[in-house]
C-alpha cells in the first residue's frame, strides 16, 4: 500500500523500492521489454537506478520486479495473454503479481486507471521472460 501512496508526489522522480531479488539476472533483463508507454502514459523517472523497475504516468503505474513466488492464495486470479495474474485490491488502487513465476513482479495501478486489468497486456512480455514455476490460476 505506501508504494501506491509513494506515487502521488508531484512531477519528481516515483519513489520506488526495490526487493532483494532486483538484483537476479532475471529483473536484470526487463529492461528493454518494459512498454514504452502505458494506456498512453510515457516513462518516468524512478528513485532508484535499476532495470527491474519502471514507472509511468501521473499518478504513477509502477512495475517491479524481483519478490518471492507466490504460494498458492484464495486471491481472485486472472489470466491475460497466457499470463496470470493475483489481482489484490488496495485502498487507492490495484496491486497485480505475476503469479507462478520466480521471481515474480508486481504492477501496481491507481484507481485513476480503472478498470486496471485493461493495462495488464503492456506487461505481458516482461512476466513471460521470468522463470515459470509451474503454478497456474485455478
Known amino acids: 500500500m505506501a508504494l501506491l501512496a509513494g506515487c502521488a508526489q508531484g512531477p519528481g522522480p516515483v519513489s520506488v523500492a ?6 537476479s539476472t532475471s529483473c536484470q ?10 494506456s498512453g502514459k510515457t516513462s518516468r523517472t524512478i528513485s532508484v537506478d535499476s532495470p527491474a523497475a519502471r514507472a509511468w504516468g501521473e499518478p504513477a503505474i ?5 519478490y518471492p513466488a507466490l504460494e498458492p492464495t484464495t486471491l481472485d486470479c ?39 486489468p485493461l493495462l495488464l497486456p503492456a506487461f505481458g512480455a516482461a512476466a513471460k521472460a521470468l522463470p515459470a514455476n509451474g503454478r497456474h490460476c485455478s
Open 78 to 116: 486472472i489470466g491475460v495473454d497466457d499470463v496470470d495474474w493475483v489481482v489484490q485490491p488496495l485502498t487507492d488502487g490495484v496491486r497485480f503479481t505475476a503469479y507462478g513465476r520466480s521471481p515474480t513482479l508486481d504492477v501496481l495501478v491507481p484507481a485513476t486507471y480503472a478498470p486496471q
Open 18 to 23: 526495490l526487493p532483494p531479488a532486483a538484483s
Open 62 to 66: 509502477i512495475a517491479i520486479c524481483g
Open 29 to 38: 533483463a526487463l529492461g528493454p521489454l518494459w512498454p514504452a508507454t502505458v
